[in-house]
């Protein structure tokens, strides 16, 4: 069945059509400030993300080191040590400036989703390493 003819694809994509018109008149409207704030945050949270997806790869050796003491103790001290460093990162970045619940919402969903990343990607290279 093809999802683009049914009644829900339809609905679905007439719902996200409106989102993107929303959107782009909410930003055309929008100050300049604003404009700036925002793609100054996602620049920001780019950047940040670039650093997490590239730690694990470019330390492969301290990964393939740490897979040669065959604990998990090893193993879970990296992916801590990785995740803190890149915590403490994202946090600098925004000045440690979390003055709202959403805020420190986003920081600790982010540095979940980095501790998982790391767990996932360590333990990838340490199998491939052996």
């Not at 930003?27 to 700036?36: A, F, G, H, I």
């Not at 540095?111 to 052996?130: H, I, Q, R, S």
């Amino acid at each position: 069945m093809d999802f683009l003819k049914t009644v829900t694809g339809k609905v679905i994509g007439g719902l996200v059509s409106l989102a993107v018109v929303a959107g782009g008149i909410s930003w055309w409207r929008m100050d300049d400030v604003t404009k700036q704030a925002i793609l100054t945050n996602a620049g920001r949270i780019a950047s940040w993300a670039g650093i997490v997806l590239l730690v694990p790869w470019a330390t492969f050796f301290i990964v393939g080191w740490a897979a040669k003491f065959e604990k998990n103790m090893a193993g879970g001290v990296l992916v801590f040590v990785y995740t803190a460093l890149e915590a403490v990162l994202l946090g600098g970045l925004f000045h440690w400036a979390f003055h709202t619940p959403a805020a420190w919402t986003a920081f600790a969903v982010g540095t979940l989703l980095a501790a998982v990343y790391n767990l996932l990607a360590c333990d990838w290279l340490a199998e491939k390493m052996e």
